[in-house]
């Protein structure tokens, strides 16, 4: 009998599995609390099981996370974890910690699939999802690294899956991760503080609407079809057209009533005055507020950071329109951690052509 992955298993799935083996759902709720409250990696640890069910577990199931490849911390602060999720693969996760706050960024893929010009993970290409346990795990383990704090709460506050991969590509095992972490038996995280980052999956974004929906963010990046068909190409599948109606629709139940936009400001790319303005009048009627991000240079990027005072100026345009504008602060670039910056290793470079014709058809 093959054992069952038990990090890889939502709420109602561990309810059926205890079902499976003869078990009351109140079990299932116990081994939520042990597994994702706890980071229990040992079925022995679980006190409040029967002994008998205890002994037996080991034979049906186990806890198996990603392991750990590497660690490293920034000089800011900023950490790291390299997880192995086999087959030569890695993917990372980042933890930013802030004043009142701390962030974990979580990756849904290994590599990605939609070739965005501006980014270090988009060049490397793609190989396959990652499972429930694989994107649940990176919290498992950032939570079982970081620990508590002086007061007993859990130090990460937030997640954005915003790391490696686009999430709406790989939306069963996104959905279910994202269960977990809103689960009050797991990690009881507030759907305002779990956000899904997507480059403009329309179709997923509705169907995201309909079963979870957290907070949005846009990988926006350009004002005009011409510029964006270049910068994100999936743009030329689902242009800003349709992709702002699904932005629409989106608030109308998010627990934000406001959608996030992101843009890289890339020098004499997408940072002039016009792009400004331009960006005004597509986003006019839609609730949003705008991260504005540096550019995050890597080798053969071909594209510049803008200087200082073009970003300020640009803020200050959108923000003399009635909009919040903020910049990111660069986080973590000493350790390749930044925004746009995430490239683990993968072997299987062959699958990105085939998912391109998959996007395209």
Request: hydrophobic content about 40%; overall charge positive; some cysteine.
């Amino acid at each position: 009998m093959n054992r069952v992955n038990l990090l890889d298993l939502d709420l109602p799935a561990l309810v059926d599995f205890c079902a499976s083996i003869g078990e009351k759902p109140y079990r299932a709720r116990q081994l939520a609390r042990w597994l994702h409250q706890y980071g229990a990696d040992d079925f022995a640890q679980m006190s409040d099981l029967a002994k008998t069910l205890r002994a037996r577990l080991p034979e049906v199931a186990e806890i198996r996370p990603p392991s750990l490849g590497e660690a490293q911390v920034s000089a800011d602060g900023t950490r790291k974890w390299l997880l192995d999720v086999g087959g030569g693969n890695r993917v990372e996760t980042v933890f930013i910690p802030e004043t009142g706050r701390g962030t974990l960024c979580v990756s849904t893929q290994v590599g990605c699939a939609l070739e965005c010009a501006f980014c270090a993970t988009g060049r490397q290409g793609f190989n396959r999802n990652l499972s429930v346990a694989e994107i649940v795990g990176q919290l498992w383990w950032a939570n079982r690294a970081l620990g508590r704090d002086p007061k007993g709460e859990r130090i990460i506050s937030n997640v954005v899956l915003m790391g490696m991969g686009e999430p709406l590509l790989n939306f069963d095992h996104t959905v279910r991760a994202v269960s977990l972490m809103l689960d009050d038996h797991a990690y009881g995280l507030s759907r305002r503080r779990v956000t899904i980052s997507t480059s403009g999956i329309v179709p997923a974004m509705d169907r995201l609407r309909e079963r979870m929906p957290v907070a949005l963010a846009v990988s926006l990046h350009a004002p005009d079809d011409t510029l964006r068909d270049r910068l994100v190409p999936i743009n030329r599948k689902y242009p800003l057209k349709e992709l702002m109606a699904a932005c629409r629709r989106y608030v109308a139940d998010a627990p934000r009533d406001f959608i996030t936009f992101e843009y890289i400001l890339l020098d004499g790319v997408n940072d002039q005055p016009q792009h400004a303005e331009a960006l005004l009048r597509l986003t006019r009627d839609v609730p949003c507020k705008f991260n504005l991000i540096p550019f995050n240079p890597f080798p053969h990027a071909g594209f510049r950071r803008s200087p200082a005072q073009r970003v300020r100026a640009f803020a200050e345009r959108l923000a003399e329109a009635g909009l919040v504008a903020t910049t990111r602060k660069t986080r973590g670039d000493d350790i390749d951690a930044a925004c746009g910056q995430l490239a683990g290793q993968v072997d299987d470079r062959s699958r990105r052509v085939i998912r391109r014709l998959e996007l395209a058809a």
